[in-house]
T-cell receptor, first 108, second 112 residues
Framework: KNEVEQSPQNLTAQEGEFITINCSYS?????LHWLQQHPGGGIVSLFM???GKKKHGRLIATINIQEKHSSLHITASHPRDSAVYIC??????????FGTGTRLQVFP | KAGVTQTPRYLIKTRGQQVTLSCSPI?????VSWYQQTPGQGLQFLFE???????NKGNFPGRFSGRQFSNSRSEMNVSTLELGDSALYLC???????????FGPGTRLTVT
């Protein structure tokens, strides 16, 4: 069965903290996406991964295919990072399933 | 390059009516996907089109349909609207399937 679990559901941090958001999935995948959604609804695609690790600025995304797990890290968090982060998994069945999202609030 | 555009941005309809939403992808992008987002169910995949063909469909009733035109613009239609269809409808485009997607601002549909 194609399932995606994301944690934590909510996350509060102080500015400068290191943030980790996790995403686990049930079976084989062709790609995993990390998305960012700001209040008002706009969604930005942060990363698309099928293996290894990607970095963009203060954001790092990793995926472990054997463990069926991906993490999104934010280094030196900033209030402007406050948003909902969503993982989306495209399974080998070609089905696309979304995690429930992690609401991040970073306080100055 | 202009981003993904969706029209209209806001829409209010009555139960039983039908609605058509439009999505214009980034120039050169041939793949368009549609998503529904509600507070209760989160983001859910509706359809994916590539070169005018539906290549993937989510688990939604037949009241939800879509199409893609030769210029890659896409429309989705919901017939016999229900209160539960109130949602933010997002479309996203990519050059081809399986590539990074670029999202539009969404159409917020309210069914009363």
């Amino acid at each position: 069965k194609n399932e995606v679990e994301q944690s934590p559901q909510n996350l509060t941090a102080q500015e400068g903290e290191f943030i980790t958001i996790n995403c686990s999935y049930s079976v084989g995948i062709s790609a995993l996406h990390w998305l960012q959604q700001h209040p008002g609804g706009g969604i930005v695609s942060l990363f698309m991964l099928s293996s290894g690790k990607k970095k963009h600025g203060r954001l790092i995304a990793t995926i472990n295919i054997q463990e069926k797990h991906s993490s999104l890290h934010i280094t030196a968090s900033h209030p402007r990072d406050s948003a909902v982060y969503i993982c989306a998994v495209r399974f080998n069945t070609d089905k696309l399933i979304f995690g429930t999202g992690t609401r991040l609030q970073v306080f100055p | 390059k202009a981003g993904v555009t969706q029209t209209p941005r806001y829409l209010i309809k009555t139960r039983g009516q039908q609605v058509t939403l439009s999505c214009s992808p980034i120039s050169g992008h041939r793949s368009v996907s549609w998503y529904q987002q509600t507070p209760g169910q989160g983001l859910q995949f509706l359809f994916e089109y590539f070169s005018e063909t539906q290549r993937n469909k989510g688990n939604f009733p037949g009241r939800f349909s879509g199409r893609q035109f030769s210029n890659s613009r896409s429309e989705m239609n919901v017939s016999t609207l229900e209160l539960g269809d109130s949602a933010l409808y997002l479309c996203a485009s990519s050059p081809v399937p399986f590539y990074e997607q670029y999202f539009g601002p969404g159409t917020r549909l309210t069914v009363t």
